[in-house]
Protein backbone atom coordinates (compact mmCIF):
# COMPACT_ATOMS: atom_id res chain seq x y z
CA UNK A 1 0.00 0.00 0.00
CA UNK A 2 1.20 3.53 -1.01
CA UNK A 3 0.95 6.47 0.86
CA UNK A 4 1.75 10.01 0.68
CA UNK A 5 2.07 12.08 4.45
CA UNK A 6 2.46 15.76 4.82
CA UNK A 7 3.50 17.59 7.09
CA UNK A 8 4.67 21.26 8.18
CA UNK A 9 1.35 23.40 7.70
CA UNK A 10 0.19 25.64 10.20
CA UNK A 11 -0.79 29.62 11.00
CA UNK A 12 1.77 32.14 9.72
CA UNK A 13 1.67 36.32 9.36
CA UNK A 14 1.63 37.76 5.79
CA UNK A 15 5.21 37.91 5.00
CA UNK A 16 6.40 34.88 6.30
CA UNK A 17 7.40 31.51 5.69
CA UNK A 18 6.83 27.72 5.75
CA UNK A 19 8.19 24.80 4.52
CA UNK A 20 5.66 21.41 3.60
CA UNK A 21 6.89 18.04 3.14
CA UNK A 22 4.95 15.28 1.81
CA UNK A 23 7.12 11.51 2.31
CA UNK A 24 5.84 8.95 -0.03
CA UNK A 25 6.34 5.07 1.47
CA UNK A 26 5.27 1.56 0.07
CA UNK A 27 6.48 -0.67 -2.14
CA UNK A 28 7.69 1.92 -4.71
CA UNK A 29 9.74 1.38 -7.66
CA UNK A 30 9.70 5.07 -8.58
CA UNK A 31 7.83 8.23 -9.02
CA UNK A 32 7.96 10.06 -12.33
CA UNK A 33 6.66 13.16 -10.89
CA UNK A 34 5.31 14.87 -7.70
CA UNK A 35 4.32 17.98 -6.72
CA UNK A 36 2.07 20.26 -4.75
CA UNK A 37 -1.71 21.14 -5.00
CA UNK A 38 -3.78 23.71 -3.12
CA UNK A 39 -7.80 23.93 -2.38
CA UNK A 40 -9.02 27.16 -0.99
CA UNK A 41 -12.76 27.17 0.16
CA UNK A 42 -15.44 27.74 -2.88
CA UNK A 43 -12.41 27.06 -5.35
CA UNK A 44 -10.64 24.24 -7.28
CA UNK A 45 -8.12 22.38 -6.31
CA UNK A 46 -4.99 24.21 -8.56
CA UNK A 47 -1.75 23.86 -9.44
CA UNK A 48 0.88 25.00 -7.09
CA UNK A 49 4.06 23.75 -8.47
CA UNK A 50 5.79 20.07 -9.78
CA UNK A 51 9.20 18.62 -10.25
CA UNK A 52 9.87 15.54 -12.34
CA UNK A 53 12.19 12.96 -11.03
CA UNK A 54 14.95 14.65 -13.63
CA UNK A 55 14.34 17.53 -11.96
CA UNK A 56 12.49 19.22 -13.85
CA UNK A 57 9.96 22.34 -12.23
CA UNK A 58 6.90 23.84 -13.04
CA UNK A 59 5.32 26.40 -10.98
CA UNK A 60 2.15 28.48 -10.72
CA UNK A 61 2.30 32.40 -11.77
CA UNK A 62 1.35 32.99 -8.52
CA UNK A 63 3.70 31.42 -7.02
CA UNK A 64 6.93 32.22 -8.50
CA UNK A 65 9.46 33.88 -6.94
CA UNK A 66 8.00 32.91 -3.59
CA UNK A 67 7.74 29.58 -3.12
CA UNK A 68 10.46 26.67 -4.15
CA UNK A 69 10.10 22.87 -4.36
CA UNK A 70 12.59 20.50 -3.94
CA UNK A 71 12.53 16.37 -4.04
CA UNK A 72 15.07 13.90 -2.24
CA UNK A 73 17.64 12.16 -3.41
CA UNK A 74 15.80 8.92 -3.47
CA UNK A 75 12.95 11.05 -5.33
CA UNK A 76 9.89 10.06 -2.84
CA UNK A 77 9.73 13.51 -0.68
CA UNK A 78 9.07 16.28 -1.88
CA UNK A 79 9.29 19.95 -0.27
CA UNK A 80 7.73 23.36 -0.86
CA UNK A 81 9.52 25.89 0.80
CA UNK A 82 6.74 28.56 0.93
CA UNK A 83 8.53 32.56 1.67
CA UNK A 84 6.27 35.93 1.80
CA UNK A 85 3.16 34.69 1.70
CA UNK A 86 0.43 36.07 1.30
CA UNK A 87 -3.72 35.68 2.57
CA UNK A 88 -3.89 34.78 -0.95
CA UNK A 89 -2.05 31.59 -0.21
CA UNK A 90 -4.72 30.59 2.45
CA UNK A 91 -5.64 27.14 1.40
CA UNK A 92 -5.46 23.14 2.30
CA UNK A 93 -2.48 22.10 0.57
CA UNK A 94 -2.02 18.24 -1.48
CA UNK A 95 0.44 16.41 -2.05
CA UNK A 96 0.85 14.27 -5.54
CA UNK A 97 2.26 11.85 -6.82
CA UNK A 98 2.12 10.75 -10.53
CA UNK A 99 3.71 8.04 -12.41
CA UNK A 100 4.05 6.11 -9.41
CA UNK A 101 5.41 2.42 -10.35
CA UNK A 102 4.74 -0.35 -7.36
CA UNK A 103 7.05 -3.42 -6.93
CA UNK A 104 5.47 -6.35 -8.50
CA UNK A 105 2.62 -4.40 -10.36
CA UNK A 106 2.24 -3.55 -14.06
CA UNK A 107 1.29 0.28 -14.71
CA UNK A 108 1.65 3.64 -13.46
CA UNK A 109 -0.54 5.14 -10.60
CA UNK A 110 -1.88 8.63 -9.11
CA UNK A 111 -1.56 9.25 -5.81
CA UNK A 112 -2.60 11.89 -3.27
CA UNK A 113 -1.84 13.08 0.10
CA UNK A 114 -4.39 14.19 3.21
CA UNK A 115 -3.98 17.74 2.49
CA UNK A 116 -2.51 20.30 5.18
CA UNK A 117 -3.85 23.48 6.10
CA UNK A 118 -1.97 26.67 5.60
CA UNK A 119 -3.41 29.58 6.92
CA UNK A 120 -1.96 33.31 6.03
CA UNK A 121 -3.39 36.24 8.46
CA UNK A 122 -2.35 38.57 10.95
Known amino acids: QVQLVESGGGLVQPGGSLTLSCAAS????????MGWYRQAPGKQRALVAT???????NYADSVKGRFTISRDNANTTVYLQMSSLEPEDTAVYYC????????????????WGQGTQVTVSS
Open 96 to 111: NADGLRITGRLGEYRY
Open 26 to 33: GRISSISL
Open 51 to 57: ITSGGRI
